[in-house]
Structures are given as structure tokens and as C-alpha cells.
């Protein structure tokens, strides 16, 4: 090893007391490239100040050619389809991928070794200066996290929004103004990461954090609901007394951490549909949305301009609207942001209609909720194209959902087997005088599901891409799935 590198036991990246920057390992191993952009941007970001950086990876060169490609000319050494030992224990740093536990082998080998490991997410607020807002939650964070952006934005040019949506984080927090709000989306992946980072100081916690909701999800990586929801709870088991934790009233487990002060120590806000009671609220009323703090309503913002479907858009932007105010009290940024906001991709996405049949893309519904939230905020006969990956999500509740609300129901891989042994037990639900619900396998052909529901769709009916799972096995993520629908829907116009 070489004994002339930095300390390993400095926070990695740290920001010097006397401002002079950020010290730079000379060593860097980045562990899980990806496609989402993080794993490539904090290889740029070493690369760039002088480290040697080793990216690592388990999946071959021609799956991750993109982001291959987006660091050439770098001098980084590229170790790809395997991992190797010693490019976890002789280096001055790893950086891991979120979706790597914290227990893997590879990274236990570097902290035996004495080498500091981070996440590019932990390595982004460790150098971020600003106050920032967390939005977590199991369906609903990235459109809620994406809204917020949007409000910040307009009360300050250079607020920022990153993190679980993907993108680079960490070339993008340096150098920023240190009153410009940065707005951070946060997995339960990330956070059970991020817990060291906060209790040794590294990351300072949010000034102010937001759980739109917590259901069981990512089971096939957490052992048991218990944990996951223990990951969702470090966002704000760190936050100070006087910051601000935004909670959603109609979830069980946010009421129960909203009365609990180890759970959260921070001031709450509770949100709802409806009034939540409280000195501290916000809540739909009379068409707007009312932020009440100390007991008196402290803004007002009118929904009449929001262009998001389904109500459940309505609850995220109650969620939104009040992270934004408490950071900002700028009322008219979170108005001129809910006027202005269009969505986020593959979130209940119009991409088309053929004939009378309308084409809603929704790839980012990766749990039963999400799917479920989906079906609720569509008013016409739907067509589900559902299924994929089997993250051991239940299946009860969307089954029965299916059976009432829709015409047909179209499913894919692993998940679809099971989906459709909860859809067939689901019967009972479907409503007196209807048909019988249209069940359809496509196995792991996607292009066949779609034009299954295509088949099967009858005019002013939806066909809506909300899988309620995840992509794998069929895609790469979620956005690659979204962007083959909208491809073939497009295609199936112009034959």
C-alpha cells in the first residue's frame, strides 16, 4: 500500500475548516457503475481532481456500455464482470453503490482494512453546504421530490434536486450558493447507508424531511418490513429539535413515529387529505391547499392551475407544498410551482391514443401501492399491464382492485404468476353484472403484453403501463421499460 496517501480515517471528502477545499484521495474504487448516472459521475468527479480511480462491476462490459462511455478518455481502470479483493483493501477510498448491503463481503474486506466506505449519496451531502430538504416514502417521492424541486427553484435559481431519481449528485453540490435549498429523493437503499454517515457527523441531517408514505416494499433486499422501515426512519432519527419533519396523517406507521420523540425529534407537520388536526398541518380544503403553523393558517395555495391526474397527486403536492413553505415562506414560489409543474416520466404519462384507447405509461409504479394509487386516479375502463420482477410485495390488495375496476388485466414474469393466483382469488370483488375479468400471461415478452392490451382494450377504454413491480429480468430499470411503451404505442399509431 502506499503509506504516502491521505488518512483513512478522515471523513472522506470532508470540507476543510479553513475553506481550502475538499481533500482528495489518492485512490478511489468505485463499486457498481450502473446506468443510473450516480456510479459514473463520482468516477468523473475523482478522475478529475487527480485520483486513481478503480470502477468495479459485477455485470459485464456491454451491459454498462453507456456509462463506460460516458468516462472515456479518464484515466480509470475499468474492472468489469467480476470483483476483485485488493481493489477493496489497497486504495484510499470505496465508494459503493446504494443497492450494495452494507454487509457485502467486499466491503467489509476494505473496512477490515482500514478504508473508509461511502455511497455516492453520502459522499454528495458530505460536501453539500446548503440546508436541504429529504423526501422519502415507499410510492410518491420522486413526483413530491420533483414538485418541491420546482417550488425551490423558483424562489432560488440555483436550488437543486437530486439523488434517488438518478443523475450525478456529487459534481453538481460544490461550489453552490449556501442559501440556495437543495432537495434530495432517498431510498430505503441510500438511507440504510447514510445512517453511519449522520451519527458520525459527515452529512449534516435535513432542515427539513418528508415520508409521503410507508407500505412493504424492497422485501427481496431488506430481511423483514421491520428493517425496512427502521431505513425509512434514519432520514429523520438525526434531524435537530428545531427542524421540521412532514408527515402523512392516513399512514399508521408516520402517525406512530409523529407521537414518538426518539423517532422523530423534529417539529411535525402532519398532511392530509383532510384535516389532520394539530397546531401544525397541511391539508386539501376547499379546493386548496392550507398550511396551518403555530395554529393559524400561515398560506394558501390554489390547485386550480395543477395538472397532475388522480388525487393522490393532490396528497404529494400537499407534502410538497409544505416542505417548500417551511423551507423558503416564499408563497409565491409554491404557488408559480404548482402552476408550472408537468410531471415527472413514467408517472401516469400520457403517451398517446389509438383510436379512442388512451396510452398511460406509469413504469415508475414498482409496488402494488403505486399500482393500486394508479388504477384509483383513472376514470375510464382500464386495460392493466401489470407484473415483472417479484420483490415479495403482497398482492392481496391490488388483486382485489383489479377485479374491480378493471375490464382486463395483461401480466408479465415472475410476479405475474403469483399476481394472477391473488387476481383469480380476488373474484368475490368483482362487482355484480360485470364480465369477467379478461386475464392474459405474456410471460416475459413485453411486446407482446402490449399488444395483448392493445387486443383487448374497447373503445374509450386506458391501457395502463403500472407493473407494481420492478423491471428486472425483462429490463434494465424502469425508464428503459417506459420508453419500449411509449416506443410501441407509437408504433401501433402509425400502422
Not at 431505513?231 to 432519527?237: D, G, H, S
Amino acid at each position: 500500500m502506499n503509506s504516502g496517501g491521505p488518512d483513512r480515517n478522515a471523513a472522506p471528502a470532508d470540507g476543510a475548516a479553513s475553506g481550502s477545499g475538499p481533500t482528495v484521495p489518492g485512490r478511489v474504487t468505485v463499486m457498481g457503475l450502473g446506468l443510473f448516472g450516480g456510479g459514473a459521475g463520482v468516477a468523473r468527479y475523482f478522475a478529475d481532481r487527480g485520483s486513481r480511480v478503480t470502477v468495479t462491476d459485477t455485470a459485464p462490459a456491454e451491459k454498462l456500455k453507456p456509462s463506460v462511455d460516458a468516462l472515456s478518455g479518464l484515466d480509470i481502470d475499468f474492472v468489469l464482470g467480476c470483483h476483485r479483493d485488493g481493489d477493496f483493501t489497497d486504495t484510499d477510498l470505496v465508494v459503493a453503490n446504494q443497492s450494495v448491503r452494507p454487509e457485502n463481503r467486499f466491503l467489509a474486506l476494505a473496512r477490515s482494512a482500514g478504508v473508509p466506505v461511502v455511497t455516492e449519496t453520502g459522499l454528495a451531502l458530505a460536501l453539500n453546504r446548503s440546508p436541504w430538504v429529504g423526501v422519502t416514502g415507499s410510492s410518491g417521492k420522486s413526483t413530491t421530490a420533483a414538485l418541491l424541486g420546482e417550488m425551490l427553484r423558483r424562489h432560488h435559481p440555483e436550488s437543486l434536486f437530486g439523488g434517488n431519481i438518478g443523475g450525478d449528485l456529487v459534481s453538481r453540490v460544490e461550489g453552490r450558493p449556501v442559501d440556495a435549498p437543495l432537495v434530495v429523493e432517498l431510498s430505503s437503499f441510500q438511507l440504510t447507508h447514510l445512517r453511519d454517515d449522520f451519527a458520525a457527523g459527515r452529512a449534516m441531517p435535513p432542515r427539513v424531511a418528508v415520508l409521503t408514505n410507508l407500505t412493504p416494499n424492497h422485501l427481496d433486499w431488506h430481511k423483514d418490513f421491520s428493517e425496512y422501515a427502521e431505513a425509512k426512519q434514519v432520514l429523520f432519527r438525526f434531524q435537530m429539535a428545531d427542524a421540521w419533519a412532514v408527515l402523512n396523517a392516513t399512514d399508521a406507521v408516520a402517525r406512530a413515529w409523529a407521537g414518538d420523540r426518539n423517532a422523530v425529534p423534529a417539529r411535525v407537520v402532519l398532511t392530509g387529505d383532510a384535516d389532520p388536526g394539530g397546531e401544525n398541518a397541511a391539508f386539501l380544503g376547499n379546493g386548496d391547499i392550507v398550511v396551518r403553523q403555530g395554529g393559524a393558517v400561515a398560506g394558501r395555495f390554489s390547485l386550480e392551475a395543477f395538472r397532475l391526474l388522480g388525487r393522490h397527486n393532490r396528497v404529494n403536492a400537499v407534502q410538497a407544498a409544505a416542505a417548500a413553505f417551511l423551507m423558503s415562506g416564499n408563497g409565491q414560489a409554491v404557488r408559480d410551482g404548482l402552476a408550472r409543474f408537468t410531471g415527472l416520466p413514467h408517472r401516469l404519462e400520457t403517451v398517446g391514443t389509438i383510436g379512442d384507447v388512451l396510452f398511460v405509461n406509469d413504469s415508475k409504479s414498482t409496488t402494488p401501492e403505486a399500482a393500486l394509487t394508479a388504477l384509483a386516479a383513472l376514470d375510464r375502463p382500464v386495460v392493466l399491464i401489470a407484473g415483472g420482477y417479484d420483490k415479495g410485495s403482497p398482492f392481496e390488495e391490488l388483486a382485489a382492485a383489479v377485479q374491480e375496476r378493471a375490464d382486463a388485466v395483461v401480466l408479465l414474469g415472475p410476479a405475474g404468476e403469483r399476481l394472477e393466483q391473488a387476481v383469480r382469488a380476488a373474484t368475490a370483488s368483482r362487482p355484480v353484472g360485470r364480465e369477467p375479468l379478461a386475464v392474459a400471461m405474456a410471460g416475459d415478452d413485453f411486446d407482446l403484453a402490449v399488444g395483448e392490451a392493445l387486443r383487448l382494450a374497447r373503445t374509450g377504454a386506458v391501457v395502463l403501463l403500472s407493473p407494481g413491480c420492478a423491471s428486472y429480468g425483462i429490463f434494465t430499470n424502469y425508464e428503459e421499460r417506459g420508453r419500449r411503451f411509449r416506443e410501441l404505442v407509437a408504433a401501433a399509431g402509425r400502422s
